[in-house]
């Protein structure tokens, strides 16, 4: 009977904080507790063993958090606040094809940028020289299994802790903008982060719109794991050659940077064009139930 009580005291504490406060504090929680767990086993054991009991807690997150695990008295916000919904067809199609724009765009302007500045090689490789002590299949699989878990980790704490119950609250716009500075913000603690501000608050809002219009974070949870898989192995390790090329005022304009000029704006076009086709699923709007309606009028 104590435990319940002190359990209900706590739960009315929480409801009792302004929406943005609960939204801003699960969002960094959620994203950061998966990456932690991830980080500590890498850093701890510095083997690739270690990716077959990530795997296992990768699951164990996404069931707790999607709502699919008790305790009941939560589970209809935590689906609310994963954005559990089932996809249709068409949603699929185009989410998936919005996350590959997504990649287009990021990526390309990454090459653009550092073809007008010079690429600080030094301060995007310095956070994961582990890498370096591992032979080239292991550091593969710590790689894709970083990128893997930053998406789907960070995803769940941004796009749908924190920016689903904001969208309701603020709107759409309001929404994404909060999520996306605070998004930025929390990725300065990366030598790599400061040169390229602008590109993760820009990859952000992308990101926001893709859940917002699809209603769900698997579209985002692709786009983003693709990207950290470039970023990995093109930008923050020399995994596969680094980044050579010098600025066009060494080169000139020459057809290096044209091409990836065009890729940049060819990927926007293609993802607001692929976004305007995406339609919410009918079963995005869930039953919230009376907890939700809690939720979201506090």
């Known amino acids: 009977m104590k435990k319940i009580t002190i359990s209900n005291s706590i739960y009315s504490i929480w409801n009792g904080l302004p929406l943005i406060v609960r939204a801003v504090l699960s969002g960094f929680f959620v994203s950061s507790v998966g990456v932690s767990i991830w980080n500590g086993l890498v850093t701890g054991f510095k083997s690739a063993t270690v990716v077959l009991p990530m795997i296992v807690i990768l699951w164990a997150f996404w069931k707790y958090y999607s709502g699919s695990w008790s305790p009941k008295r939560s589970a209809t916000s935590r689906r609310f606040s994963f954005r559990s919904t089932s996809l249709q067809p068409s949603t699929w199609k185009w989410g998936i094809a919005a996350a590959i724009f997504f990649v287009l765009v990021v990526q390309s302007s990454f090459v653009v940028t550092f073809r007008l500045i010079d690429f600080p090689t030094a301060k995007f490789t310095a956070d994961y020289k582990l890498l370096?002590?591992?032979?080239?299949?292991?550091?593969?699989?710590?790689?894709?299994?970083?990128?893997?878990?930053?998406?789907?980790?960070?995803?769940?704490?941004?796009?749908?802790?924190?920016?689903?119950?904001?969208?309701?609250r603020y709107g759409v716009v309001k929404a994404i903008v909060i999520t996306s500075i605070l998004f930025t913000v929390i990725h300065l603690s990366h030598t790599w982060a400061l040169p390229i501000v602008p590109h993760i608050f820009f990859a952000s809002v992308l990101l926001g719109i893709i859940a917002w219009k699809s209603g769900s974070l698997i579209p985002g949870i692709i786009g983003h794991a693709i990207l950290d898989i470039f970023d990995y192995s093109v930008w923050w390790t020399d995994i596969t050659g680094g980044f050579t090329h010098q600025t066009i005022f060494k080169t000139g304009a020459d057809v290096h940077f044209i091409v990836w000029v065009l890729l940049f704006l060819f990927g926007l076009f293609g993802f607001f064009r692929v976004i305007g086709r995406l339609r919410k699923s009918d079963e995005v709007s869930l039953a919230l139930g009376e907890e939700n309606e809690l939720l979201l009028t506090h």
């Open 132 to 168: 370096d002590s591992f032979p080239l299949w292991a550091a593969w699989a710590i790689l894709v299994m970083s990128s893997t878990v930053a998406a789907i980790c960070e995803e769940a704490g941004f796009r749908g802790y924190m920016q689903a119950p904001l969208e309701k």
